[in-house]
C-alpha cells in the first residue's frame, strides 16, 4: 500500500508539474503573438541601446490614406513624406527626408517597410527596417549590387559601402546607410555608419546576442502601451540626462526648481517613453522604482505637463490637454491631445529641457 500511494503521489507531481508547464508555455506563445510591432521592435536592437525612436510605417500610411504599393509612385511619396511631416507622425523617424532617395536607389524606404526602429546607444547607433511579409528581399542585395557596395562572404553579412560611396548616392541619405545586413529569414534590413556596431546589431536581430527587450524595465513599460504610430524610449535612466534641466539657461533651471517643488517634488525615473498614436494623442510612461513612488509622482507629474516650460517658453497647456492621469504598477500614465490638428507634437518634445521628464 505504501509503494502504491508513493506511486499515485509522484504520478500526482507529474501532472501538475505538466500542467504549470503547459499553462506557462500557453501564456508565453500567447504574450509573444499579442505584442505590438513596437514592443517587438525591442527585440532586434542591441542591450546597450538608451534612446530609441520608433516608427510604425504601415500605421502611418494606413491614417494618411496613403496606398501600400511594391512600387510606390512619385505621387505616393510625396503625399506620405509631406502628409507624415505635418500631422508629426514622422517624428521618431531617422530616413523620412529621404524616402524618395531610398526607394529608387536601395528600393526598400518609409513608403514600402512595415516599421523602423533607430536605436542609439554610447557604443554607435543603428535603423533596423521591418519589411511586409510578401516583400522580395533580394531586390535590396540587387540594389546594393548596383550600387557598388561590397558583398559580405555570407548572407547575413555586412555589406560595406562607406561614406563617399553613400554621399555620392544621394545627398539626402542618412550616413547610417553606409553598412547593410540583409536579414532575408527575418524581413530585417539593419544598417549603421560603422561597420563593428552594423555587425553587433545585425547578431542582435538574429538572436545572437541580448537586446534592448532583455531590460526587463523597459519591456515592462513598452508592454502598457497600444501600439503607436511612432514613440520615443529612454531606457533606464537616460532621460534623466537627455532631457534634463541642466540644458537650459540659469534663469529656466531656477523657474524649474521652483514649480518642482510647488508641485510637490518629483523622484528620478528609471525610464520613459512618450507614444504618438495615430490620432496624435500623445502618451506619455514615466517608470519609477515602486508602485508607491509611483502614487507619490502622479500628481505633481501631471501638474507640470500642464504648466509652465522653462527653458522652452511658453506653457505646454498651450498645445496639450491633459485628458488622463494615473498610475500604472510603477509607472505613471498621462495621456494629452494636441489641440491643433496638425503640428508639432512629439517632435517638440523629444529634446531637453523637458520639465516634466525632469529627475
Same mark, same amino acid.
Given at each position: ?56 510605417? %504601415? ?22 513624406? %509631406? ?133 526587463? %524595465? ?142
Amino acid at each position: 500500500m505504501g509503494r502504491g500511494r508513493r506511486r499515485i503521489a509522484v504520478v500526482a507531481v507529474v501532472v501538475v508539474v505538466a500542467c504549470v508547464l503547459g499553462f506557462v508555455g500557453f501564456r508565453t506563445v500567447w504574450r509573444d503573438t499579442h505584442r505590438t510591432d513596437f514592443s517587438r521592435a525591442l527585440d532586434v536592437v542591441p542591450r546597450s541601446t538608451l534612446r530609441l525612436a520608433f516608427t510604425d510605417w %504601415s500605421a502611418v500610411r494606413q491614417k494618411l490614406g496613403v496606398p501600400d504599393q511594391a512600387h510606390p509612385s512619385d505621387a505616393t511619396i510625396q503625399k506620405l513624406t %509631406s502628409k507624415a511631416y505635418d500631422s508629426d507622425l514622422s517624428a521618431a523617424s531617422s530616413i523620412d527626408e529621404s524616402t524618395a532617395a531610398l526607394q529608387k536607389n536601395f528600393g526598400f524606404s518609409p513608403a514600402t517597410a512595415q516599421w523602423e526602429a533607430y536605436a542609439q546607444s554610447r557604443a554607435g547607433a543603428t535603423m533596423v527596417l521591418r519589411m511586409p511579409d510578401g516583400f522580395d528581399m533580394s531586390n535590396v542585395t540587387g540594389h546594393l549590387d548596383d550600387l557598388g557596395f561590397t558583398r559580405p562572404s555570407k548572407a547575413a553579412g555586412v555589406w560595406k559601402g562607406g561614406v563617399d560611396l553613400v554621399a555620392a548616392i544621394d545627398p539626402t541619405i542618412t550616413p547610417e546607410l553606409q553598412y547593410v545586413a540583409v536579414l532575408a529569414d527575418r524581413h530585417l534590413i539593419v544598417t549603421s555608419d560603422e561597420e563593428s556596431y552594423a555587425q553587433e546589431a545585425a547578431a542582435t536581430a538574429l538572436g545572437d546576442r541580448s537586446s534592448l527587450g532583455d531590460v526587463g %524595465s523597459t519591456r515592462a513599460l513598452v508592454d502598457k502601451l497600444d501600439e503607436p504610430a511612432a514613440a520615443m524610449v529612454w531606457s533606464r535612466d537616460f532621460a534623466c540626462s537627455d532631457l534634463a534641466m541642466s540644458q537650459a539657461d540659469q534663469d529656466g533651471q531656477d523657474q524649474a526648481e521652483s514649480l518642482v517643488n510647488e508641485a510637490g517634488g518629483v523622484s528620478p525615473l528609471n525610464g520613459l517613453v512618450m507614444a504618438l498614436a495615430p490620432d496624435r494623442g500623445l502618451t506619455v510612461a514615466e517608470l519609477f522604482e515602486s508602485s508607491s513612488q509611483a502614487k507619490q509622482n502622479l500628481r505633481p507629474r501631471a501638474r507640470l505637463a500642464v504648466g509652465d516650460a522653462p527653458g522652452r517658453g511658453g506653457s505646454f497647456s498651450d498645445d496639450l490637454k491633459l485628458t488622463v492621469s494615473r498610475t500604472d504598477g510603477a509607472a505613471v500614465i498621462l495621456r494629452l491631445q494636441p489641440k491643433e490638428r496638425t503640428g508639432y507634437v512629439l517632435s517638440a518634445l523629444d529634446n531637453g529641457p523637458v520639465l516634466f521628464a525632469t529627475c
